[in-house]
């Protein structure tokens, strides 16, 4: 093929994202493609496989490159939520009443801020139709509500809350309803096989059905650009074995090869209160799809934004009350985990502790949970809240206040400080422990590729880089620094769908 030496010259090293610059794709100077297809498809997580599909259903001919041995990306590990709503069969079928805008209004106010309406918009409006689409493609939801707070459902419980809509402040904003949808599966295994092996199975069944082509082991390493035709993307360079591939994208390249979360330096320099500490992705996740599109003059967005969690069941923090370093209440236990975590990563220097007395320890374990190993034994034990206090070294008469604060408005049946559910609202007495949650924190990079509604990829200009689509975690999706659990793998297959058609569509 063509001697790979990018523009400058100088040439290249193997970890280079600088593109290959081409006069055309074919005749004289072009690389000698080892594979050709209309569709170029990085990556076979969610975003690539929605892709796939939709793209071949339009009439092209598509091929995936994946980097691993096989399908399935961090999707296939994951807890398998898919965040939906705006009255799904499944909602309906259980009873919650949920509108489009109604969604809309909840993701406006959750997903943080500087998140993109345009997207929020587009995925509410088209989430029932995305939800009928996976069940079309053979995703099973059983239709079951699972109601007690947790990082996913102990069995295989179809539908619960899954970002905090259900407690204060987010109430305010949007009718609380359940949106967290999870795929069918029995005798699962949170952390070892989980739901979203269930999502990704019939997708891979649907794309072997369809005829594409897959080709494993193959890391994708720059974009090929020809400057005859308008500085459009035409294909990709990547490496079998050591052995380099050319392969052309007629229409266009579709990247969905995942977030940065594993690449340390771009950790330290975006996100760097998660550096060292990454969750929920794997390895692969190491930036490269963003900075080849960076390579090309693609715009990024929200690259300091992250999902992030905590080491601790939720039906543990839900019983107690949690205190930063100097003995105040942060946060309403009662919200999504992941909200907690990010109160504490962003404000409180990851300095928590999770505070209950003997009879909601016990209460807690006798509750069925997915997670049981994030059911830590206390770090303190102690028989009164002076003695505590003085074990955890909070400053004098802190823990205390908070505590007498705490019980005397939850033997009124209110929480005005937080606005706590008061089903879950009971004084803190007798024997009391705490749980020393700092350094129990992780998380994932939400920032990325800037793309349009359609998945297009923008160039720093605004415009879109031709011949070049994106979705998935390497882009920015509807999450900035706000996040509920299933919006990753929500928005990765809504716009991997839509970046598919728009590929299948390019000239």
Not at 330 to 345: C, K, P
Request: hydrophobic share 40%; proline share 6%.
């Amino acid at each position: 093929m063509t001697d790979l030496t990018p523009h400058s010259g100088t040439p290249a090293s193997p970890d280079s994202v600088r593109p290959l610059r081409i006069g055309a794709p074919t005749g004289p100077g072009a690389p000698e493609w080892d594979i050709e297809a209309d569709v170029v498809v990085v990556g076979y997580g969610i975003a690539g496989a929605a892709a796939a599909i939709e793209a071949a259903r339009a009439g092209a001919e598509v091929v995936i490159l994946e980097r691993a041995g096989g399908w399935g990306g961090a999707a296939a590990l994951a807890g398998g939520f898919i965040y939906l709503g705006g009255g799904t069969g499944l909602q309906r079928e259980l009873g919650f009443d949920d509108t489009p805008e109604n969604m809309r209004a909840f993701l406006t106010a959750a997903m943080g801020p500087g998140a993109d309406p345009e997207k929020i918009e587009a995925y509410s409006a088209g989430s029932v139709e995305h939800y009928d689409w996976l069940v079309d493609a053979g995703v099973r939801f059983k239709s079951e509500f699972w109601g007690e707070p947790g990082w996913e459902p102990p069995g295989d419980q179809g539908l619960m809350f899954s970002g905090g809509e259900n407690a204060a402040p987010l109430t305010s904003a949007a009718d609380a309803a359940p949106r967290g949808h999870v795929p069918q599966m029995q005798d699962k295994k949170a952390g070892d096989q989980s739901a979203g092996l269930m999502l990704m199975t019939p997708l891979s069944e649907r794309i072997a059905e369809l005829g594409v082509r897959t080709e494993y082991d193959v890391t994708t390493r720059r974009l090929v650009v020809a400057q005859d035709d308008g500085e459009r993307v035409v294909g990709v360079v990547a490496t079998r074995f050591g052995e380099r591939l050319a392969v052309r994208a007629r229409r266009g390249v579709v990247l969905a090869a995942g977030s940065f979360t594993y690449n340390d330096r771009m950790m330290r320099a975006h996100v760097p209160l998660l550096a060292g500490r990454p969750g929920a992705a794997v390895e692969s996740h190491d930036g490269r799809a963003i900075r080849m599109g960076q390579a090309v003059g693609a715009d990024v967005m929200h690259m300091d934004a992250a999902e992030v969690n905590v080491g601790c069941d939720p039906q543990l923090m839900v019983r107690g009350i949690l205190v930063d370093g100097t003995g105040q209440r942060f946060v309403t236990e009662d919200t999504y985990a992941g909200r907690i975590a990010q109160e504490m990563a962003l404000h409180r220097g990851n300095d928590a502790y999770l505070v209950l007395d003997e009879q909601a320890y016990e209460e807690a374990g006798g509750t069925v949970t997915a997670t049981p190993f994030l059911r830590p034994r206390p770090t303190w034990v102690c028989e009164t809240v002076v003695e505590l206090e003085a074990e955890m070294g909070l400053p004098d008469g802190t823990l205390q206040a908070t505590v007498e604060l705490y019980n005397r408005h939850a033997r009124a049946g209110a929480d005005p400080v937080y606005g706590k559910d008061p089903k879950w609202l009971r004084p803190i007495e007798g024997n009391v422990a705490a749980i020393d949650l700092r350094g129990r924190t992780g998380g994932f990079a939400l920032g990325g590729l800037r793309t349009d509604v359609d998945s297009r990829v923008l160039h720093v200009d605004g415009d879109p880089v031709s011949g070049l689509f994106a979705a998935g975690r390497c882009t920015s999706g509807i999450a900035a620094w706000g996040y509920a659990s299933g919006a990753s793998l929500g928005d990765g297959s809504f716009f991997g769908r839509r970046a598919g058609l728009s590929a299948a569509a390019a000239r």
